[in-house]
């Protein structure tokens, strides 16, 4: 029996649970600041800069199941885009597109209305009257470092806010920003990307 815990990062807290700063004045917001539940790690990270489900547990079977590519836990993100995106352009998204790290596999991305279950960002995003914003849903099967923000960049639209709210089976759904919930996984050896 493994413990997986669903939370949802608030904007500018770090996926650990300790700061490294060691000027305790200048300490940011870690997993510490709203997970008191001892001996429990993250399944795969997200970046202080993203918001969104963020996946824990204790047992490392599960973690690793969870964070390796290699077993296809789809994490889906809602992300706001500078500038209107073209067809070409989200054609390359769903195609791949090329990094200094090479070239990403094939994700889904598609053009969505705001999100409505979204909540307020502090701070928000910057807005200027004169370039829209779109929102998309993308689709990956990988997790390279800040992936979605240079894949958004490659094809020069740079994302403003990121939120993942999907990872394979686990969602968002009845989470505000800063909650989480714990639920018991029987068999992380069975573990599928269908839960």
């Given amino acids: ?3 997986l815990i669903l939370f949802n990062k608030p904007f500018g807290v770090l996926s650990q649970f300790t700061d490294a700063k060691s000027d305790d004045e200048s300490r940011r917001e870690t997993l510490a600041n709203y997970i008191d539940i001892p ?6 990270r997200l970046d202080k800069d993203s918001e969104g489900l963020l996946l824990l547990t204790d047992d490392g079977i599960l973690q ?11 994490k889906h993100y809602w992300v706001q885009i ?3 995106i073209n067809d070409e352009s989200l054609q390359a998204l769903c195609r791949g597109v090329t990094l200094k790290d090479g070239a990403t596999l094939p994700a889904e991305a598609t ?21 829209p914003t ?5 689709i990956i099967r990988e ?4 992936q979605v923000r240079r894949m958004t960049a490659a094809v020069n639209h740079p994302t403003l806010r990121l939120i993942r709210h999907r990872i394979g089976p686990w969602d968002l759904t009845s989470l ?11 068999n992380p050896n069975k573990l599928s990307i269908n839960g």
Avoid: C, V
């Fill in 1 to 3: 029996m493994a413990k």
């Fill in 134 to 138: 779109r929102w998309l849903n993308i």
């Fill in 64 to 74: 690793q199941r969870i964070a390796d590519p290699e077993y296809k836990f789809e």
């Fill in 176 to 186: 505000s920003p800063g909650q989480h919930k714990q639920i018991q996984i029987d």
């Fill in 82 to 84: 500078d500038g209107e």
């Fill in 111 to 131: 053009r969505i209305n705001e999100p409505e279950a979204l909540w307020e960002r502090t701070p928000p995003i910057r807005f200027r009257k004169s370039i």
């Fill in 143 to 146: 997790g390279r470092n800040r």
């Fill in 39 to 44: 001996n429990i790690y993250p399944a795969g």
